[in-house]
């Protein structure tokens, strides 16, 4: 298993990001894309993701992945159970993983409130419990601390540490510190940015 | 995909959406009289063609819906990292809004045609038009959609868009109210759909695509 960059450069509105971007990471390991605002640490999470193409270099991964966007992707009139439940069906997993995962973010009570009643890191968890609930192998996480309080980012700490620790692979990309022990990190300098 | 087209379809009825569409339609076809004036015999000859018109126009309202929502929301990234190919998200999106859109339209027909006091024979041939033709502009509403997803002021490009590809479905879907010679315009209005169905799902997965970069 394992998610690797090969000198991956990357393009946005006809101006070079970053390029020359190599790493790769086997079961059990976790990177962190640092650096400032802009430089193109979500193009790096999507590009890994697939949605979006590099402009050189090649990425391959070799398992299934769950993917922690900006965006929550859950209709706001349905509660967050049904929410969780439509994304586990495409993945395969069942009620009782949907209820683990939001128990293991702590939202556990909130599985009957419609989304649009949550506050903004309550939506950032669920997201979460949904990557969590995937049970694909690769997570690729864009800014996964925005949003949180203290309590719920060492939850998200400690989700990190035990995917790891069952071998899966972690990509996070975040302006925040976050304790994860041992991560590779991967500072984005573009040219211009400097 | 069932749960994919139903989610769809639930999203098409909830929140007044398919109300919305049969009540502008309605309005549409109300207004003619108004503008024609109320010559019973005027309005039963134009009656059958004000119904397709009206029904183009109410086809266009949800279009902003459709799509666009689910690109802003990144559905269609958490899709696209599953695998799920666009193309087939555009298919199930023309399903669900066929669905979503086409019973109630052809429902609120009947109650217009009694408005425009149309004949029985007219009506039916209205009702099997619009059963062949709506697909086709149900297809041709998502490749619009998608189209015009993440825009300002989409609305307006859908209805430039939109618009000028239905008009074969509606010169068709008219030219069917003809006793004698609508047999012809069935099969022509069949085909039209049919291309429109088969090619919007591939349009609307392209540009979904485009729309994600």
Known sequence: MSLAFRRVACDRGGRRLFDDVSFALAAGEAAVVAGPNGVGKSSLIRIAAGLLPPAEGEVTATERIALLAEAAALDAERTVREGLAFWAALDGADGVTVAQALDAVGLAALAGVPVRMLSTGQRRRVAMARVVASGAPIWLLDEPGNGLDSASVGRLEALIARHRDGGGIVLAATHLPLAIPGAQTIVLSGEEAA | ?213
């Not at chain 2, 429902?107 to 009702?127: F, M």
């Open chain 2, 1 to 213: 995909m069932l749960a994919l087209t139903l989610r769809d379809v639930r999203r098409g009825y909830a929140g007044g959406g398919a109300a919305l569409v049969v009540a502008f339609f309605l309005l549409v076809a109300v207004l003619f009289p108004f503008a024609i004036g109320p010559d019973a015999a005027v309005l039963a000859r134009v009656g059958g063609g004000v119904i397709w018109a009206a029904a183009l126009l109410a086809a266009l309202l949800p279009v902003e819906r459709l799509v666009g929502p689910d690109l802003e929301s990144g559905v269609l990234d958490q899709l696209r990292v599953r695998g799920v190919s666009l193309a087939l998200v555009a298919a199930c999106k023309v399903v669900a809004h066929w669905v979503a859109f086409a019973p109630p339209l052809m429902l609120a027909a009947v109650i217009a045609a009694g408005l425009l006091d149309l004949s029985g024979a007219t009506l039916l041939r209205v009702e099997i038009g619009l059963a062949i033709g709506t697909p086709g502009l149900a297809a041709l509403a998502v490749a619009t959609g998608a189209l015009v997803a993440g825009l300002r002021g989409g609305s307006a490009v859908a209805g430039l868009v939109m618009l000028p590809l239905a008009v074969p479905l509606l010169i068709f879907g008219a030219g069917a109210l003809d006793p004698v010679g609508g047999a012809g315009a069935f099969k022509l209005l069949g085909a039209v759909s049919l291309v429109l169905v088969a090619g919007a799902p591939f349009v609307a997965g392209a540009a979904m695509r485009a729309g994600m970069e």
